[in-house]
């Protein structure tokens, strides 16, 4: 399984300012995947990063909100921008793994609180 | 629309006794399900799954069931532990032969107590 490294593991921020995520995995991975779970919540796709294309965003997500890097196969940034009380989130980053890339592989996630 | 429910928020088991974890789908295109384990401060941890194909697998302690007619998953553990103690999320995927995007239900937090 992969190892995934994810900084912050938490922040309180200011509403009106971004915040960036990053992740880190140990081995190469075509897919990484970025995921917000707020409080009481499921997990839900933000969006795939593919390494040089942008990335592929889910409905009721866009790319002005969220830009994500994905600059090689190791590693990607997640950048919440304007942040407001709303986004007070867990944010989870993901790559693809196992027998036939059917299991998905999580790091610790980013617990974020805007004040 | 919750694709992916899991109708209970919280499970109360003795240790020894058999935990059953219940999910619920209604896209009938999803083909893999998968279940994973939270822990306070760490990130969801794989625990295992199920391909479309099969009603039954088994790893250890933990058993999953699946009901293709019934639109309906469970997560047996035997015998339960206080290690056990977590939040479990169910998940379904519809890309065949490989990982895509997964839906997540909301999870269901077991607590095993002595």
């Known amino acids: 399984s992969a190892v995934i490294s994810q900084k912050p593991s938490r922040d309180i921020c200011q509403r009106g300012t971004s915040l960036t995520i990053q992740c880190q995995v140990d081995s190469q991975v075509t897919m990484m995947f970025w995921y917000r779970q707020q409080p009481g919540q499921s997990l839900t796709l933000i969006a795939t990063a593919n390494q040089g294309s942008e990335a592929t965003y889910e409905s009721g997500f866009v790319i002005d909100k969220f830009p994500i890097s994905r600059p090689n196969l190791t590693f990607s940034t997640l950048t919440v921008s304007n942040m407001s009380p709303e986004d007070s989130s867990i944010y989870l980053c993901s790559v693809e793994g196992g027998t036939g890339n059917t299991e998905a592989f999580f790091g610790q996630g980013t617990r974020l609180t805007v004040v | ?114």
């Open chain 2, 1 to 114: 629309d919750q694709q992916v429910k899991q109708n209970s928020p919280s499970l109360s088991v003795q240790e020894g006794r058999i935990s059953i974890l219940n999910c619920d789908y209604t896209n009938s295109m999803f083909d893999y399900f998968l279940w994973y384990k939270k822990y306070p401060a760490e990130g969801p941890t794989f625990l295992i799954s199920i391909s479309s194909i099969k009603d039954k697998n088994e790893d250890g302690r933990f058993t999953v069931f699946l009901n293709k007619s019934a639109k309906h998953l469970s997560l047996h553990i035997v015998p339960s532990q206080p290690g056990d103690s977590a939040v479990y999320f169910c998940a379904a995927s519809a890309v065949p032969g490989g990982y895509n995007k997964l839906i997540f239900g909301a999870g269901t937090r077991l607590a095993v107590h002595p």
